[in-house]
């Protein structure tokens, strides 16, 4: 179960056989997640639409910036 829900907007898909990149704007940062092909298009992912980003980590670094 996802642990944070981010709500973004589709930034770019990129489509490579099997997998998709989807990078999402969430808050002006971009959080990039790699998912299936098929789930890219069951979710009728395009560039502009609203979406969430679930992240579930069981942990965070965190580092100066």
Partial sequence: SGRNKLLGTVRDIRYDGLLAQVSIEVGG?????????DAARALDLKKGV?????VKATEVMVIRG
């Fill in 50 to 54: 609203a979406v969430y980003a679930l």
């Fill in 29 to 37: 940062q971009v959080i990039t997640s790699i998912i299936t092909s």
